[in-house]
């Protein structure tokens, strides 16, 4: 009996996802996009909404475009499905890879699409992993949020080079251009770097 | 606008889609066939070849980025490193098919240029991308080291 329901489950499902996706799609500018600090202004406290713009912002920094070169250990993680990377790389001395087997011996300055087929290797000519101590990868979003802020941990800078840094880094540009095979990171990196702002300005709070 | 480029030496240009792999015009266009085409995607190392000194996979380097920079293939890298690379390698037989060859040569040249005496950990991580599918790891990985040390004494 068990073999006979099991199916049927499998059929309900089937049709419970039909009829689900379509709804998750057709609220899919928002699912995909990133809410303006100004759709947080009706919160009066501002703590309250100062995480509430940083909860947005995890958005961005949770995707995969950004965790996969956040690592805990040694190696990035690759693709949306974040599974480790392949060929097997280490960060080397200062996160540009290895002596012979540096990230650019296969990430040059752009995205190159793959001559066999679909698909691509990323590029970019800052390509490389973030230091150990911006490792992002199992951490809760008010802890990446913790070591964001922390200049002892993100390469020292303030929380105004912070704005900067991520409105118009290059490499972080690059998780919205990501080349064929990728999701990019949702919305606009603009849109990210003004709801650093934004957080900035309300106190940058962080999420429990 | 064609890309013009070096290529062990000599000049090249190549007039054509700017996305196409550096690979196919060192096999197809220049007629170097020492380079392999192994797997087209960075996961291999059969097409290694030189970019301005260091390693790179020449199947995902589209042409357009090596415009006003320096290749060298297996036909035309020289040099001490070079040579004391190739005498580990005949020494010991290192090759079974050889398919994998040019490609762990070349990345065993580039390895050594950066770390003339590399650990056992520093040539795993060098020759991480460079599969043989004949396995022959060991002997590879033997001669890096009498390369290392012939050129050492040398
Ligand atoms: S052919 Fe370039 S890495 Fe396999
Ligand atoms: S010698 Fe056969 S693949 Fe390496």
């Given at each position: 009996m068990t073999m006979i329901s099991l199916p049927r489950f499998g059929v309900l499902a089937l049709i419970a996802s039909v009829i689900v996706l379509p709804l998750s799609i057709a609220r899919g500018g928002e699912a995909s996009g990133l809410k303006p600090a100004s759709a947080f202004a009706g919160i009066a406290?501002?703590?309250?909404?100062?995480?509430?713009?940083?909860?947005?912002?995890?958005k961005v920094l949770m995707s995969p475009r950004c965790l996969n070169c956040h690592p805990r250990t040694d190696s990035p993680t690759q693709g949306d499905a974040m599974l480790l990377h392949v060929p097997p790389v280490t960060r080397g001395p200062d996160g540009f890879g290895a002596a012979g087997m540096e990230c650019a011996t296969c990430h040059g300055p752009r995205n190159a699409p793959f001559g066999n087929g679909g698909g691509s290797v990323p590029g970019n000519p800052k390509w490389h992993l973030a230091p150990r101590s911006m490792a992002w990868q199992g951490l809760t979003l008010g802890q990446i949020c913790a070591v964001i802020k922390d200049r002892t941990k993100n390469g020292g800078l303030s929380l105004d080079q912070l704005i900067d840094h991520n409105g118009k880094d290059e490499l972080v540009g690059w998780?919205?251009?990501?080349?064929?095979?990728?999701?990019?990171a949702p919305g606009?990196?603009?849109?990210?770097?003004?709801?650093?702002?934004?957080?900035?300005?309300?106190?940058?709070a962080c999420p429990k | 606008m064609a890309v013009e480029f070096l290529l062990n030496g000599k000049h090249m240009s190549f007039d054509g889609d700017p996305d196409t792999p550096l690979l196919w015009v060192i096999r197809d266009h220049a007629g170097l066939t020492g380079t392999k085409y192994g797997c087209g995607i960075a996961q291999c190392g059969a097409?290694?070849?030189?970019?301005?000194?260091?390693?790179?996979?020449s199947c995902v380097t589209p042409i357009?980025?090596?415009?006003?920079?320096?290749?060298?293939?297996?036909?035309?890298v020289s040099g001490p490193i070079a040579e004391a690379v190739q005498k580990a390698w005949v020494a010991i037989d290192v090759p079974q098919c050889g398919f994998c060859q040019s490609g762990q040569v070349m990345s065993a040249i580039g390895l050594l240029a950066q770390k003339p005496k590399p650990t056992d950990a520093d040539i795993d991580a060098g020759m991480a991308g460079n599969i043989c599918r004949c396995a022959t790891y060991v002997r590879i990985r033997q001669a890096i080291k009498d390369a290392a040390n012939a050129k050492v004494s040398a």
């Amino acid at each position: 009996m068990t073999m006979i329901s099991l199916p049927r489950f499998g059929v309900l499902a089937l049709i419970a996802s039909v009829i689900v996706l379509p709804l998750s799609i057709a609220r899919g500018g928002e699912a995909s996009g990133l809410k303006p600090a100004s759709a947080f202004a009706g919160i009066a406290d501002r703590n309250a909404r100062s995480t509430a713009i940083f909860t947005e912002m995890g958005k961005v920094l949770m995707s995969p475009r950004c965790l996969n070169c956040h690592p805990r250990t040694d190696s990035p993680t690759q693709g949306d499905a974040m599974l480790l990377h392949v060929p097997p790389v280490t960060r080397g001395p200062d996160g540009f890879g290895a002596a012979g087997m540096e990230c650019a011996t296969c990430h040059g300055p752009r995205n190159a699409p793959f001559g066999n087929g679909g698909g691509s290797v990323p590029g970019n000519p800052k390509w490389h992993l973030a230091p150990r101590s911006m490792a992002w990868q199992g951490l809760t979003l008010g802890q990446i949020c913790a070591v964001i802020k922390d200049r002892t941990k993100n390469g020292g800078l303030s929380l105004d080079q912070l704005i900067d840094h991520n409105g118009k880094d290059e490499l972080v540009g690059w998780g919205w251009n990501p080349g064929p095979g990728r999701i990019p990171a949702p919305g606009t990196q603009a849109e990210f770097g003004a709801l650093t702002k934004a957080w900035v300005e309300t106190g940058a709070a962080c999420p429990k | 606008m064609a890309v013009e480029f070096l290529l062990n030496g000599k000049h090249m240009s190549f007039d054509g889609d700017p996305d196409t792999p550096l690979l196919w015009v060192i096999r197809d266009h220049a007629g170097l066939t020492g380079t392999k085409y192994g797997c087209g995607i960075a996961q291999c190392g059969a097409c290694t070849v030189h970019l301005d000194g260091k390693n790179r996979r020449s199947c995902v380097t589209p042409i357009d980025t090596v415009a006003g920079k320096s290749v060298t293939t297996i036909e035309g890298v020289s040099g001490p490193i070079a040579e004391a690379v190739q005498k580990a390698w005949v020494a010991i037989d290192v090759p079974q098919c050889g398919f994998c060859q040019s490609g762990q040569v070349m990345s065993a040249i580039g390895l050594l240029a950066q770390k003339p005496k590399p650990t056992d950990a520093d040539i795993d991580a060098g020759m991480a991308g460079n599969i043989c599918r004949c396995a022959t790891y060991v002997r590879i990985r033997q001669a890096i080291k009498d390369a290392a040390n012939a050129k050492v004494s040398a």
